[in-house]
Structure formats: C-alpha cells, structure tokens
C-alpha cells in the first residue's frame, strides 16, 4: 500500500507564522494571489493549533518568534504530519540556525528581506517535493494550429489559453503543466484579458 500524499499539488495549503504584521499580510496577499489557500497566525503557539486543527502542506515560519520560536514550532508540526514542508524565514540568520534548518530538512532558508520571487521559487520546490513524480510539463500538449502570418506573441497566447481550457480554469495547474510560474501565468493572463482575450 503506497503512501499517497494527502493533497494535490495545486490544493496546497500554506500556514504562514509570522508576528511583524505588515509582512504577514504581505505573505498572505502574495500566496492568495499566486492561488494557494493561505492562513497566518501571529506567533508559534497560533500557528501549532491551527495545525493541529486542520495540517498544513507548506509552513512558512519566521525563526525569531515570541515565545515558542519557529523551529521548535517546525519539530512540533513535524511531528504530526511528517510529510510538511517548511521555508525558514529570518532577519537573524546565524550558524546554528542554519544547522538546525539543514538537519530538519527545510526547503529553503531566507533572509529577511525576502524577494517574491526567491519565496516563489522555494514555494514551487516545495511543490515538486510533495509530488516529486508529477512531469514538470505536459507529456504531449495539444497544441493549437499555427497558421501563416501568425506572430510568436499570438502562438504563445493560444497556446497558454488552450491550456487553461484543459485544467478547467486552474491556473496552478496550468503554469505546472506549462513549465512556467504561477506569477508569469498570471501576468500574461491579465495582459490578454487588457487585450480583450479570454480563456472561454
């Protein structure tokens, strides 16, 4: 008997641990907009009972917490669901913290800080970690015809709409099977519909 993972990829749901307010929301804003289901909780004991409630796929921890510090949360967490993936967030990094994050094998371990797009790239690692045997793109895409005088822009865009229509709308799904980002997807979906271009 295989041990499925509980969770599809594009289902993944991230807790975000974080007590500075104004990057919790900034964490939040940016998850919902690349399509997860994200909650944040304020500090460690917060984040270890919505955990118990209802497991994380991804934490997303602050090291330097009030009270029960990120990694003990990390190790708690762990401690239920095993298959928990976790990117180290601090403005404090030091050498025995970086050990620790090693030794728990964390998916990434960033400095505050953080670019978007290097917690972007940690997020679609963790990802591929949850579902390692999922092909990074489609086996063999069906492609929409190219006729002559068509631009590169105007074969890409097609190209990008018909997948969307094959994932039924999901755009995490689409930008996995597409090999891009969720963020390029998103970018170029907002430029077709500016253009008048819809997926329907």
């Not at 990057?23 to 460690?44: P, Q, S």
């Not at 002559?148 to 709308?169: C, K, P, S, Y």
């Amino acid at each position: 008997m295989s041990a499925a993972h509980p969770r599809q990829i594009h289902e993944a749901r991230v807790l975000v641990v974080e007590d500075e307010s104004r990057m919790r929301e900034l964490l939040l804003r940016a998850l919902t907009g690349w399509g997860f289901e994200a909650v944040a909780a304020r500090n460690g004991e917060e984040g270890l009972r919505l955990h118990e409630a209802h497991p994380f796929d991804i934490a997303l921890l602050d090291l330097n917490l009030p009270g029960i510090g990120g990694m003990e949360v990390l190790q708690r967490m762990r401690a239920r669901t095993p298959h928990l993936q976790a990117i180290i967030l601090t403005g404090f990094a030091s050498i025995e913290s970086a050990k620790q994050a090693v030794h728990l094998d964390v998916v990434e371990f960033l400095t505050k800080p953080t670019h978007l797009g290097e917690l972007e790239q940690a997020l679609d690692r963790a990802l591929r970690r949850m579902s390692p045997t999922a092909p990074a793109v489609l086996d063999k895409p069906d492609l929409p015809p190219v006729t002559a005088g068509m631009t590169l822009d105007e074969v890409e865009r097609q190209h990008i709409l018909m997948a969307l229509r094959q994932n039924n709308g999901n755009r995490t799904a689409t930008a996995q099977a597409l090999g891009i980002s969720r963020r390029t997807l998103y970018y170029k979906l907002e430029e077709y519909e500016r253009q008048g271009f819809t997926s329907d």
